[in-house]
């Protein structure tokens, strides 16, 4: 692991993290003065005398940090009670998520529409929506048999995403966008 080396400029990593320690998690990096984000959404829980509404995280077990990575940092990390590992590491390098996915989950986020967490990648045409509250978002679009469109953001390297429903005269394919698959790969460390 020595052989980690310094990225020129920030890049978003995921951390795993113990089970619904996410949030001490996040906020333990937050205290070192990394740039963490934990995205999540509410959800209604029935008690026996009342409902309440809670924030879970939306990829549980993972947090997202954006840092300038070194083997330094690293060992700070994983120092953390609540923190496994980075995700994705290889023969002393990690993985990094392209700013465009944290940009689409955040996208989603601001959006204020109901998510839906999803176990698993699906396949099919990456678009840019065109209008609207998630404009610049990037994702793929599901249809329903009912006929209802939703758009998938995905996280390949956690292997998961999130979906919300969507209208279909809001997106653009990446060739509409003139766009290439190399411009949607993102970079190791």
Known sequence: MGNMETSPQPKWYALSVYSRQEKAAHSEILGLGIESFLPTSPIRRLWSDRIKQLEQPLFPGYLFIRLDLNSEIRIKLIRIRQVIDLVGKKQGYASSIPESQIDSLKLLLCSERL?????????????????????????????????????????????????????????????????????RQGALL
């Open 115 to 183: 998510l839906e967490p999803i176990l698993r990648l699906v396949s099919g045409t990456e678009v840019m929506i065109s209008a609207g509250p998630l404009k610049g978002a990037l994702g793929i679009v599901e249809r329903e048999a009912s006929g209802k469109r939703r758009i998938v953001v995905q996280v390949p390297l956690l292997g998961r995403g999130v979906r919300t429903e969507l209208s279909v005269d809001d997106v653009l394919s990446y060739e509409e966008l003139g766009l290439t698959s190399g411009d």
